[in-house]
């Protein structure tokens, strides 16, 4: 399948109607660019795809939380997941409705949940018996309500990497289905508490539909106890973690995943909300980089690059695959290599055992790093952070300056 945001055109590379060497010339590499286009393509799709269910897409901050991309989102009727007062004050910047956050993470401050019961979020997902009683607390003093739904671990194996695996019992995120029930039961007697939902996240890059449904079956059920206890759930979220294809996975399209949900809640009258991040940014960027040297050795070549793992972090966190393209012509002949950056760690390589025909001063595209890419960068090695572009049709949006030193050396003083 090629959905990639990047095309060729008689040998020279465009991503909508900007070409590749354009953006190189003013903008210098590296670069995060994004397709507007892809965003709302996604977003769009994944609207179509439940538009006879009641339904709200809350985009997972966490995945990109540029203020452009979150307010393209809110634009287009968005709601928004956050995992941080940070990224409550980001949708906020980013003029997103608040009404329509919902706030997940096990270990909200006594700040961030002051924050989020002032901006009056639709939902708290509890992670824990003690955050309840917190947020009980922090409201009654207050004298308003929070709004929660409990964060169930369905125990479900999401068949990911183990590192953005979340729903199976031993990880640290949300309660077990005994420990949902006794939190709503406690919740029910709490003069600051409102009860609205319940709420799941099983993992990331989940590309077979089976954890979504046992996840869902694992929801209503518990639901249904609830009812008995007079306990009225008012929505079923059930997270984000919808794949996407970097190599030769092949994740459910949005129709199908509804097709295979939608079913399972019609007896339900319950509003579903969904947390998707990589499946609506993914596709939507490219890391654009240059070849700043060729290394070739006895047993390894290495193209030595501009952009490293602190730019993006998912090959030396996750083993993660990204395809890489050479933008620019080169009459190199292709060999395999190791595509490096300059950071001072082994495990410093954004692609490994890649055959690609390349010289010093070609422009290479790290594809499909829409999603946790710049969320993930640092400043590791002193390195400035990248500039992020948008590109709408024949225009290129500056959405972020690339950074300086002075950005680097911020706050800090000499003694
Ligand atoms: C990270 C995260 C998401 C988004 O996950 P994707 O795999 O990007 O869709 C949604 N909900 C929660 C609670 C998360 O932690």
């Given amino acids: 399948m090629n959905n990639k945001i990047i095309y060729s055109n008689n040998g020279k590379y465009f991503i909508e109607n900007i070409a590749v060497d354009e953006i190189e010339k003013k903008f210098d590499t590296p670069a995060y660019v994004y397709s507007k286009k892809s965003i709302l ?15 709200l897409i809350c985009f997972a901050v966490k995945a990109n939380p540029n203020l452009a991309i979150l307010n393209l989102l809110a634009n287009h009727g968005a709601g928004f997941d956050i995992v941080s007062g940070g990224e409550l004050q980001r949708v906020i910047a980013a003029k997103g409705d608040p009404k329509k956050v919902v706030f997940s993470g096990i270990g909200k401050s006594s700040k961030e949940i002051e924050l989020a019961i002032h901006h009056q979020i639709l939902a708290f997902n509890i992670e824990s018996e003690p955050e309840l009683y917190r947020i009980q607390a922090i409201a009654q003093k207050m004298g308003k309500i929070a709004n929660i739904s409990v964060r169930v671990n369905p125990n479900v194996d999401a068949k990911t990497h183990p590192y953005i695996s979340t729903g199976l019992k031993d990880n640290k995120f949300g309660v077990d289905e005994q420990k949902a029930i ?25 590309t077979e539909l089976s954890p979504f449904i046992d996840s869902i079956a694992k929801l209503v059920g518990i639901i249904d106890k609830l009812k008995v206890l007079g306990i009225h759930i008012a929505h079923l979220d059930i997270g984000g973690g919808i794949g996407i294809n970097y190599e030769n996975e092949k994740p459910p399209n949005f129709k199908a995943y509804a097709e295979a949900i939608l079913p399972l809640l019609e007896k339900q009258n319950l509003k579903i909300i969904f947390e998707p991040g990589r499946a609506i940014l993914g596709k939507a960027g490219v890391l654009l980089t240059k070849v700043e040297y060729v290394k070739k050795g006895s047993t390894k070549n290495f193209a030595i690059i501009d952009a490293a793992m602190n730019d993006l972090m998912r090959p ?40 690609l025909s390349l010289e010093e001063g070609n422009v290479l595209a790290v594809v499909d790093v829409g999603a946790y890419g710049m969320s993930m960068s640092s400043n590791y090695n002193s390195r400035v952070r990248p500039v992020e ?23 800090e003083s000499i003694i």
């Avoid at 049709?393 to 030193?405: A, D, G, M, Q, T």
């Fill in 41 to 55: 393509d996604s977003y769009r799709s994944f609207e179509e795809a439940f538009k006879t269910s009641n339904h």
């Fill in 182 to 206: 006794e939190l709503y039961k406690i919740a029910n007697n709490m003069d600051s508490i409102a009860i609205r939902g319940i709420d799941c996240h099983i993992g990331s890059q989940i």
């Fill in 316 to 355: 030396s966190l996750y083993n993660a695959y990204h395809d890489i393209i050479n933008t620019s012509q080169s009459s190199e002949s292709s060999a395999q290599f190791d595509v490096v950056g300059p950071v001072c760690e082994t495990g410093d390589f954004i692609g490994k055992d890649r055959m």
């Fill in 389 to 411: 572009l948008l590109v709408d049709e024949n225009k290129i949006i500056e959405i972020r300056k690339r950074e300086n030193f002075n950005d680097l050396i911020r706050g």
